[in-house]
């Protein structure tokens, strides 16, 4: 019985100092700032089950088809939402009322939220306490739209 609770203990070290190592690596990697605003913290993240989706990859990566995105790589010539309210990337599509693309997806976001929390809430509350209801509106999302 010792023995097994002496093994135990050391997993547990072992798993505190290597998530503490991981943290620091994340803290100071200049890359993946988008993903970072929405999972800043490793041990959180690590407790929330996600089911990762192409759309919901796309969301929290900065990696996907908007039309910023795009045009960074010279795919397309402009970065503007159709919309006509500014450069379309994924803090327009989450928090620009006044876009239309992605108006009712949006709007029922908002809603759900809006029982619990004031909008706008940040990426770390979308990434964290309201992940279920994020996954969902990128879920939703038609793609061709953007």
């Known amino acids: ?42 041990k959180d993240r690590l407790k929330t089950k996600i089911t990762i989706t192409p759309h919901f990859t796309a969301f929290v990566t900065f990696h996907g088809e908007t039309k ?3 045009h960074r790589f010279q795919i397309i010539e402009s970065p503007d939402c159709p919309c006509g ?40 509350l979308l990434g964290n306490k309201y992940i279920k209801q994020f996954i969902h509106f990128t879920y939703t999302i038609d793609f061709t739209k953007l």
Not at 6 to 29: A, N, Y
């Open 1 to 42: 019985m010792y023995v097994c609770v002496c093994i135990f203990e050391i997993v547990q070290q072992l798993r505190g100092e290597s998530l503490k190592e991981w943290q620091t690596q994340w803290d100071r990697t200049t890359k993946a700032s988008t993903t970072k605003e929405f999972f800043p913290n490793v």
């Open 68 to 70: 910023s995105y795009l």
């Open 85 to 124: 309210g500014g450069s379309q990337t994924i803090d327009h599509l989450i928090y620009e009322y006044d876009c239309s693309i992605l108006q009712d997806e949006r709007d029922r976001l908002i809603g759900k939220i809006s029982r619990h929390d004031n909008w706008p809430i940040n990426k770390r």
